[in-house]
Each structure stands twice: as C-alpha cells, then as structure tokens.
Nanobody, 122 residues
C-alpha cells in the first residue's frame, strides 16, 4: 500500500488542523493505521493508531483528549484531527500502515507516507 499525507501547516497555539492520509490499494481495510511524528532533533514517536474496522483507537498520553484518529475504508483514507495545539506538537507527521497487530513501535509499521509538517506558533 502507498500512503500520502497532507493537511499540515502553520497554526497558532490552541488552534486545530486535520491531517489526511490517502492510500492506494485494494487491501486498505486489512491494515492497522497509525500516525507518528518527528520533531527536529528528536526520534520519531507514536501518536495514535486505529484498528482495521475503526472500532478501536489508541493514543499516546501526550495527545489523548486533544487528537482524534479516524478512517474511511470506503475512501481509503485515514485522518488525524488535531485540537488544542501546543508548541510541542510541532513536528513532521507521518501516516503508517501495519499488516500485523496494533503497535506503538515504528518498526512494526511496514508502509509509510512522506510526512506533512505541522508548525504551532506561540
């Protein structure tokens, strides 16, 4: 599966953005999908994940209650809604797909999009 993320941009503290990730391929619904982010000088970190049907979602503690992951299997899309943004949310955000179980580990995800930059200004 090929992934392409979009929707990043510059936003003020407290603002919102919706990231989108378009996927190619007929087997989209067979993948667990996740969002990761990488800030300058830092390692890539897990943000959120969603099960194959969308019935279960999982979040890092740092974004719980502020971010919402969702997917539309009919459209081969996964989304990440970012609310109440903070300067520390500034990073390149990546969507990823895993053919195995849900995981917070980047190396468990087999396919990656190119990333979209989110900058939160104070």
């Amino acid at each position: 599966v090929q992934l392409q993320a979009s929707g990043g941009g510059l936003v003020q503290v407290g603002g919102s953005l919706r990231l989108s990730c378009a996927a190619s391929g007929r087997t989209f619904s067979t993948y667990v999908l996740g969002w990761f982010r990488q800030a300058p000088g830092k390692e890539r970190e897990y943000v959120a994940a969603i099960s194959r049907t969308g019935g279960n979602t999982f979040y890092a503690d740092s974004v719980k209650g502020r971010f919402t992951i969702s997917r539309d299997n009919a459209k081969n899309m996964v989304y990440l809604l970012l609310n109440s943004l903070k300067p520390e949310d500034t990073a390149v955000y990546y969507c990823a797909a895993s053919a195995s179980a849900w995981s917070v580990r980047a190396y468990d995800y087999h396919y990656w999009g190119q990333g979209t930059l989110v900058t939160v200004s104070s």
